[in-house]
Nanobody, 124 residues
């Protein structure tokens, strides 16, 4: 059973940076990519970024391109989401997820396992 746990969230002021971590445990043979999503109150879950197991493929949502960077360190079984120039509209619960598919990374339905989520709050 794959397990994912996010960390690194919190309360920051607009313009600040945060780095989220996603610790991955369990079998990895069925995981092709790890993605990051967020969900604000009253809104649908939104795709942010995804990275392949090797790190050779990355994909970003237009809304975060240039501000957010996804990376991974397989020696630590951890995927990171570096978030810069944070805005109040970035406030949400952030989730990482593991996908066993090579396509459709922007779709929540492509992911088989999810972390519990972590709150990020950006004050103005």
């Amino acid at each position: 059973q794959v397990q994912l746990v996010e960390s690194g969230g919190g309360l920051v002021q607009a313009g600040a940076s945060l780095r989220l971590s996603c610790a991955h445990s369990g079998p990895t043979s069925t995981t092709y990519a790890t993605g990051w999503f967020r969900q604000a109150p009253g809104k649908e879950r939104e795709f942010l970024a995804a990275i392949s197991w090797s790190g050779g493929r990355k994909r970003y949502a237009d809304s975060v391109t240039g501000r957010f960077t996804v990376s991974r360190d397989n020696s630590k079984s951890t995927v990171y989401l570096q978030m810069n120039s944070l805005k109040p509209e970035d406030t949400a619960v952030y989730y990482c997820a593991a996908a066993g598919r090579t396509v459709g990374w922007a779709l929540p339905a492509s992911y088989d396992y999810w972390g519990p989520g972590i709150q990020v709050t950006v004050s103005s």
